[in-house]
């Protein structure tokens, strides 16, 4: 049996003092945080195509990594030792998911028939590797943004042979992910959106977008698959306009079309950001209507303004978002992917270990404290005290439909103005920076 990582042991958990870098200091798989071990919580999952398949490349130079999974000459020796090589690292890295798409784990041939028997070979495998390790599929996903038949989108292309294509692929693919026993399935929408109006019938083209997701929905009832089907939403790159720009765009897509009720979101950090907002609004955003399915958690870079897919360590950013998790009940059958890639200068196989131990340690530090803050209730009672106004009175009866603009003229001739009240801001994120110690 061939090992590619063998100078690294299973990653121990060693607490805060460790001063040893292949060790966990703050995740803890087992430790039980609101009566819940770390490891449901969080779910950690392996992104295929960044950590395996990722080369270093950038717009100004190609490949710099040297893999030892890399280097077979027949695709599919290649494609097999790639996915053990996923195994033994998720395995020693104690990472109970991983995630991929289609066409990372097998290349696509030359016809799409052969294309699938490649896939089967390698899904075989990994069904094989999932029962010797333990190690589970969070998610599958299809590739329809890489191959140039999708530079004018999948779904929203202005050819219904090239939808065909974007169609037969997700139906191999959500196959397989049933076959696999995926939690959940994605939908990242690669290249549906536009980059200039004079050539795009934009109505038209959300229609399409909606009917593949209609056909996606009518499949999994077929195959009764029980995963969830994910939308993971993003407002650019590769295109200038994306259709499923943010959580509230998309949700309203979900309502418009009739299909709310069989999507949620998979929401990722850099992709909120890239869209002017924080990690948590999104993440707020789709709770606040049950809609918060899983996350990618990878982050951008302040700096920068495209989509540098980081691995998180900004404990600010992890506690704000296990907040908006915890408060509401959890991610369910998601997970945390880690849709990142190390830098193109970090060559070495133990900078892929190193990222993904600080990723995971920087998440259950925010996850211990956003616990911390929620069961102290300090934070809580100052929002719940802002709102006090709506549980009686006035603001009862306003909520209840009963008051009317009449009425809400009559109350203020006779009460006059309303009194001025500080929304507390900096105190709270005093509070917030006292638990962060
Ligand atoms: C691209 C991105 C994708 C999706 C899956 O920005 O995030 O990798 O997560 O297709
Ligand atoms: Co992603």
């Given at each position: 049996?061939?090992?590619f990582?063998?100078?690294?042991g299973p990653?121990p958990?060693?607490g805060?003092?460790s001063?040893?870098?292949l060790?966990?200091?703050?995740?803890?798989?087992d430790?039980?945080?609101?009566?819940?071990?770390m490891?449901e919580h969080?779910?950690?999952?392996?992104?295929?195509?960044?950590?395996?398949?990722?080369?270093?490349?950038d717009p100004?130079?190609g490949?710099?990594?040297?893999?030892?999974?890399?280097?077979?000459?027949?695709?599919?020796?290649?494609?097999e030792?790639?996915l053990?090589?996923?195994f033994e690292?998720?395995t020693?890295?104690?990472?109970?998911?991983?995630c991929w798409?289609?066409?990372?784990?097998a290349?696509?041939?030359?016809t799409?028939?052969?294309?699938?028997?490649?896939?089967d070979?390698?899904?075989a495998l990994?069904?094989?590797l999932q029962r010797?390790?333990?190690m589970q599929l969070l998610?599958?996903?299809?590739?329809c943004?890489s191959?140039?038949?999708?530079?004018?989108g999948a779904a929203?292309?202005?050819d219904?042979?090239?939808?065909?294509?974007?169609?037969?692929?997700?139906r191999?693919?959500m196959e397989?992910?049933h076959?696999l026993?995926?939690?959940?399935?994605v939908?990242?929408?690669?290249?549906e959106?536009?980059?200039?109006?004079?050539?795009?019938?934009?109505?038209?083209?959300?229609?399409?977008?909606?009917r593949?997701?209609r056909m996606?929905v009518?499949?999994?009832r077929?195959?009764?698959?029980?995963?969830?089907?994910l939308?993971?939403?993003?407002?650019?790159?590769?295109?200038?306009h994306?259709?499923?720009?943010?959580?509230?765009s998309v949700?309203?897509?979900l309502?418009?079309?009739?299909?709310?009720?069989?999507f949620k979101?998979n929401?990722?950090?850099n992709?909120?950001t890239l869209?002017?907002?924080?990690f948590?609004?999104d993440l707020?955003v789709?709770a606040?209507e049950?809609r918060?399915?899983s996350?990618?958690?990878n982050?951008?870079?302040?700096?920068l303004?495209?989509?540098?897919?980081?691995?998180?360590?900004?404990?600010y950013s992890?506690t704000?978002?296990?907040l908006?998790?915890?408060r509401?009940?959890g991610l369910?059958?998601?997970?945390?992917n880690?849709d990142a890639k190390v830098?193109r200068?970090?060559?070495d196989l133990?900078d892929l270990?190193?990222?993904?131990?600080?990723?995971?340690?920087?998440?259950?530090?925010g996850l211990k404290i956003a616990?911390?803050?929620?069961?102290?209730?300090?934070?809580d009672a100052h929002?719940?005290?802002?709102y006090?106004g709506w549980?009686?009175?006035?603001g009862?009866?306003?909520?209840?439909?009963?008051?009317?603009?009449?009425?809400?003229?009559a109350?203020?001739?006779?009460?006059?103005?309303?009194?001025?009240?500080s929304g507390r801001e900096?105190m709270?994120?005093n509070l917030?920076?006292d638990?962060l110690?």
């Amino acid at each position: 049996m061939k090992t590619f990582f063998p100078e690294v042991g299973p990653v121990p958990y060693e607490g805060p003092d460790s001063t040893q870098p292949l060790a966990f200091r703050h995740y803890c798989a087992d430790e039980v945080v609101g009566g819940k071990t770390m490891r449901e919580h969080l779910r950690f999952a392996v992104a295929f195509w960044h950590t395996f398949r990722g080369t270093g490349a950038d717009p100004f130079g190609g490949a710099v990594y040297e893999r030892p999974w890399n280097t077979a000459s027949d695709p599919m020796e290649r494609a097999e030792d790639t996915l053990r090589a996923a195994f033994e690292f998720g395995t020693k890295l104690g990472a109970p998911f991983y995630c991929w798409h289609d066409r990372d784990i097998a290349p696509e041939a030359d016809t799409l028939a052969e294309t699938n028997r490649r896939l089967d070979r390698i899904v075989a495998l990994a069904a094989q590797l999932q029962r010797d390790t333990g190690m589970q599929l969070l998610w599958g996903t299809s590739n329809c943004f890489s191959h140039p038949r999708f530079t004018h989108g999948a779904a929203t292309n202005p050819d219904p042979h090239v939808f065909a294509y974007a169609g037969a692929q997700i139906r191999k693919a959500m196959e397989c992910t049933h076959e696999l026993g995926g939690a959940n399935y994605v939908f990242w929408g690669g290249r549906e959106g536009y980059s200039s109006l004079l050539n795009t019938d934009l109505a038209r083209e959300q229609e399409q977008l909606a009917r593949l997701l209609r056909m996606a929905v009518d499949y999994k009832r077929e195959i009764g698959f029980q995963g969830i089907l994910l939308i993971e939403p993003k407002p650019k790159e590769p295109t200038k306009h994306q259709y499923d720009f943010d959580a509230a765009s998309v949700l309203g897509f979900l309502r418009r079309f009739g299909l709310f009720d069989h999507f949620k979101l998979n929401i990722e950090a850099n992709h909120a950001t890239l869209a002017g907002h924080s990690f948590e609004h999104d993440l707020e955003v789709a709770a606040a209507e049950g809609r918060l399915g899983s996350i990618d958690t990878n982050r951008g870079d302040p700096q920068l303004g495209w989509d540098t897919d980081q691995f998180p360590t900004d404990l600010y950013s992890t506690t704000a978002a296990m907040l908006v998790i915890l408060r509401h009940g959890g991610l369910g059958q998601g997970g945390v992917n880690f849709d990142a890639k190390v830098r193109r200068g970090s060559l070495d196989l133990a900078d892929l270990f190193h990222a993904h131990i600080g990723g995971m340690d920087t998440f259950a530090r925010g996850l211990k404290i956003a616990h911390r803050i929620l069961s102290d209730g300090v934070l809580d009672a100052h929002r719940q005290q802002r709102y006090a106004g709506w549980a009686e009175g006035l603001g009862q009866r306003i909520m209840a439909g009963a008051a009317t603009l009449p009425e809400l003229e009559a109350y203020v001739l006779s009460h006059g103005e309303p009194q001025p009240r500080s929304g507390r801001e900096e105190m709270l994120e005093n509070l917030v920076n006292d638990y962060l110690r």
